[in-house]
């Protein structure tokens, strides 16, 4: 069965800096997509970031670019989100997702597994 754990979520004042870690088990994901998502209290789920599972290129929403880095490690099954420079705009549960593909996409419809999600917390 496969199966996707989010781990590094925090409380963190801002300007502070997290990482999230997603495993990932039950199947190989190196050349699937990966993604991070979020949803903040009364918001709709939004796409954060997207690495391919091709050339590992990137992918990230206006909003955290140059503060979020997602990376992966295939050799570990495991994937990365590194968030800097917090803001408490940043708040959310965050969720990994592997792609049904290689591409990577804003589209949550293209993402096949997804874990239970992370709190992330940031304070003013």
């Known amino acids: 069965q496969v199966q996707l754990v989010e781990s590094g979520g925090g409380l963190v004042q801002a300007g502070g800096s997290l990482r999230l870690s997603c495993a990932a088990s039950?199947?190989?994901?190196?050349?699937?997509?990966m993604g991070w998502f979020r949803r903040a209290p009364g918001k709709e789920r939004e796409f954060v970031a997207a690495?391919?599972?091709?050339?590992?290129?990137?992918y990230y929403v206006d909003s955290v670019k140059g503060r979020f880095t997602i990376s992966r490690d295939n050799a570990r099954n495991t994937f990365y989100l590194q968030m800097n420079s917090l803001k408490p705009e940043d708040t959310a549960v965050y969720y990994c997702?592997?792609?049904?593909?290689?591409?990577?996409?804003?589209?949550?419809?293209?993402?096949?597994?997804w874990g239970q999600g992370t709190q992330v917390t940031v304070s003013s």
């Open positions: 690495i391919s599972g091709s050339d590992s290129r990137t």
């Open positions: 997702a592997a792609g049904r593909t290689y591409v990577a996409t804003m589209n949550p419809a293209d993402f096949g597994s």
């Open positions: 039950g199947r190989t994901f190196s050349g699937y997509a």
